[in-house]
């Protein structure tokens, strides 16, 4: 059978794929145990130094599969349990992985499909992708961190327009709103990623997860409370060999070599 999620593992990058290509990786509830056991592996193999989050096919996820719900018995869903147990681990798993994340958005990226594609910390996308929160379409609001982000990463005016009137985006027009770091045309994708997270694989892997806390508790906090956090986290890169070592390597003229450490 095939697997519906892919693991593999190439010089410090795991790739994670998303495999329902007949359904653009809807995500099935089949595909979201194993989803999070490989977002889990990945964050706590000391080898893995970044992820790359992507999908078979034509496209990146189009979010919760409708058609794999159970006939309906007249009784509601216990759709905050789903979301609790099933996503949100997966959401956070991406948030507070220790080391960076990529997603790859190759095609369509819609529903809980464009909250994991920006989930992740450096979003890349193919000029044949496209983001949609579908979620209103159906009578729902945006899940799976998507309200979070989107208000984050594109503003209020946008969030409240992408999420209200559920249009789908080309991926240039994700970009010019903050959401995509980066637009390649399609073919050249996956090579881009697997190439940024390569060279992301041999930086300072403890700065990096530094960095991630830092920018997420800046949401909330005042200034006075942020820069507590950036002085106790700088404390904790401070101490690190990959300190060390980067400041040895620019004093004597030379290329750092970080270890994650
Ligand atoms: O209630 C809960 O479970 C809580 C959790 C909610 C989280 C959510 O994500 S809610 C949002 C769910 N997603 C959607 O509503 C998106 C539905 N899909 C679409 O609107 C369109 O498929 C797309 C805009 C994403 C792409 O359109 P297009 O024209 O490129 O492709 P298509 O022909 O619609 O889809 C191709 C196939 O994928 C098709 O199957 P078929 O006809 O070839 O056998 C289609 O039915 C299937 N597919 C696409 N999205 C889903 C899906 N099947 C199941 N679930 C899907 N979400």
């Known amino acids: 059978m095939t697997e519906p999620v892919l693991y593999d593992v190439q010089s410090g990058v795991a790739t994670i794929t998303l495999n329902r290509p007949d359904v653009l990786n809807a995500l099935s509830p089949a595909m979201l145990t194993p989803l999070r056991q490989h977002i889990e592996q990945a964050a706590a193999d000391p080898a893995i130094r970044a992820l790359i989050l992507t999908g078979a096919g034509r496209g990146f996820c189009a979010g919760a599969d409708l058609a794999a719900r159970g006939p309906d018995d007249g009784r509601p869903r216990r759709v905050d349990e789903l979301l609790r147990e099933r996503y949100h681990p997966i959401i956070m798993g991406l948030r507070q992985m220790p080391k960076p994340v990529i997603s790859a958005v190759n095609g369509v990226a819609a529903g809980a499909g464009m909250s994991l ?145």
Request: hydrophobic letters at 50%; glycine letters at 4%.
């Open 117 to 261: 594609a920006l989930a992740a910390d450096i979003v890349l996308a193919s000029d044949q992708a496209s983001f949609l929160q579908a979620f209103a379409r159906i009578g729902l609001i945006p899940d799976a961190g998507s309200t979070w982000l989107l208000d984050r990463y594109a503003g209020s005016m946008r969030a409240r327009a992408l999420a209200m009137l559920a249009e789908k985006i080309p991926a240039e027009q994700a970009c010019e709103f903050g959401l995509v770091w980066r637009v390649y045309p399609a073919d050249d994708l996956l090579a881009e990623a697997t190439r940024l997270a390569t060279q992301m694989a041999t930086m300072p892997t403890l700065a990096y997860a530094g960095i991630k806390q830092a920018l997420d508790s800046a949401t909330t906090n005042d200034l006075a409370a942020q820069l507590e956090v950036e002085a106790r986290l700088q404390q904790q890169a401070s101490q690190t060999a990959d300190h060390r070592e980067g400041v040895a390597a620019f004093l004597a003229k030379r290329p750092a070599v970080f270890r994650g450490q």
